[in-house]
């Protein structure tokens, strides 16, 4: 019995592999929630020191993203993603030098999407969770060691178009550390 339950579970397993596919992608990402944090962030320093103390953060990249998804159906997917986005902060004192920092975020996720509507042109919703490490090195001031913080990372995709079969673009709509808008490229296998 045991080894009819083992034949059966292997060759459901098998033909699971062989009906997946694969996409690969890359985007690029504007209005990530980091780029929203750090702005609000710049205007609370300047209001709670009364102006005293002033932060201004530059965002020199959006979220590069790349990523794979298996499709457990044809509309149902299941993949993971790595997304990096760097910015530079300078904080400024009525009596003290300037100060820079680069931060840099590298971030993971599990990534789920569910597609509407599924042919040559691709409806799709999705939300991808992981976690995201940031690193914020001194640039200039010797006494200040580098931190690094982990935090929870998300994107909801409240709505997502794909153009092509094989090869494909793509648009994203949503929120979080990927950005409102995501465009990128994919490729079907």
């Known amino acids: 019995m045991k080894k009819i339950f083992l034949v059966t579970l292997l060759m459901s397993c098998f033909t699971l592999v062989r009906a997946q596919k694969i996409e690969v992608y890359g985007a690029y990402g504007l209005g990530s929630a ?3 944090v750090d702005g609000l962030s710049d205007m609370a320093t ?7 103390v002033g932060s201004s953060t530059d965002h020199r990249y959006g979220p590069i993203m790349v990523g794979i998804n298996y499709y457990l159906t044809p509309r149902l997917s299941a993949g993971v993603l790595y997304s990096n ?4 902060s300078v904080i400024s004192g009525a009596n003290t030098a300037d100060s820079y920092y680069k931060n840099t975020y590298n971030v993971f996720m599990a990534r789920t999407d569910y597609r509407y509507v599924n042919k040559i042109i691709q409806l799709y919703s999705g939300i991808s969770v992981g976690t995201s490490f940031t690193k914020t090195k001194p640039d ?14 998300y994107q909801i995709n409240a709505f997502g178009i794909r153009a092509g079969r094989k090869i494909g673009a793509f648009a994203e709509l949503g929120f979080g550390y990927n950005g409102i808008i995501n465009l990128g490229v994919s490729a079907k296998f």
Do not use: F, P, W, Y
Request: zero cysteines.
């Open 140 to 153: 200039n001031v010797s006494n200040t060691k580098t931190a690094s913080t982990t935090d929870i990372a």
């Open 34 to 36: 980091q780029e929203i």
């Open 85 to 88: 986005t760097s910015s530079r």
């Open 46 to 52: 300047s209001l709670g020191s009364a102006g005293l």
